[in-house]
């Protein structure tokens, strides 16, 4: 062991500190040159307040990083915070179904004062923490049994398998099934990364694809009759893009017309045409799109570059770990980043139905970004803990 102890703070991954903190100023940017001109249009007091108030929660980000980055990683392996945890994020999410009122079709939000409060979207970090501390403690079950080391035992209210879909479930009902589809995802990339046979990920993919292919043809052919109305709005819409142009589908076409506006190098920042009341909600989920009006392919591509380039990082981080929980962790917050990506840019361009899920960054949506910073936290904790241990430290 080295003589001279080495600070934590000296193992810094910046491969992942530099991209986030661009991205994150990037997105300030970006969300002022959506919400300002709208704000002046309805007369609001300032046409920085969207700017201003993702920036108290960006530098409130800072803070949990600071704070994450040096906690002991043993302290997210204890039986009784998880349990903690898991138990508040349960209970935050039935009092937000019960007593909140809807937005949009759903009721996701806790309202404390001036401030709104989304469980869904926390419970994405929650939910990868909570497998990886389950799966990380059966990996010498799934040497041996692989993904039947997973379905062991009568199913038990303690059972993960209980918890996981009971968690899912609380936030389908809400209904937010943009965050339930992202909840799935991440459940079966974490089963994917807990060691279980390669076989097994491809014969649930295959599966998992074939059957959202007949799902989109059901609720076709029978006009979404049973499921809630802005959902199948919604499919429609990505079915038949230019078929209610004032209705369901107005936000998809828009979102064209915004990609065709900005060519390669895009029409300047801030002057963008849909922005200016032909994209509902352009600051939220849309966001891409009038960054493409924008800036141009070249510069969406830049901005797209550096994410995926953190989020590659942040899986690399996950492959190297030694301990299982960390590089469970770190896969899971990786796969996070890249089906948020997926799912966003899907939705935009008409891969899959829209799912009013935000661009990682740069969308509007303070929670969101407290999610991102804590996930970036914990992956730059276990890259330094992995280093120090490699060091003898």
Known sequence: MPDTKIKKIHLLDYSILVPYFVLSLVGLVIVYSATGTSLVGVGAVGSMSYVIKQSIFWLIS??????????????????????????????????????????????????IGGFSMQPAEYLKIILIWFLAFIFSRRQDEIHYDGIYALKKGKLKLTDWRVITLGMIFLVAI?????????????????????????????????????????FIKVVDWTHGKFIPKYIYTRFDAFLHPFKDMKGGSLQLANSYFAINNGGWFGRGLGNSIEKRGYLPEAHTDFIFSIVIEELGLVGATLILTILIFMILRIIQVGIRSQDSFNSMMALGIGGMFLIQVFVNLGGISGIIPSTGVTFPFLSQGGNNLLVLGIAVAFVLNISASEKKERLGY
């Open 62 to 111: 800072l803070v949990l990083i600071a704070l994450v980055y040096q906690m002991k990683l043993t302290f997210l392996k204890s039986e009784f915070v998880m349990l903690a945890v898991i138990v508040t994020e349960g209970v935050l999410l039935i009092v937000t179904r019960l007593f909140s009122q809807a937005t949009n079709g759903a009721v996701g939000w806790l309202y």
């Open 174 to 214: 809400q209904p937010d099934m943009g965050n339930a589809a992202i909840l799935v995802l991440i459940t079966l990339v974490l089963i994917f990364v807990s060691g279980i046979n390669y076989r097994w990920g491809t014969i649930i993919t295959s599966v998992a694809v074939i059957l959202s292919v007949i």
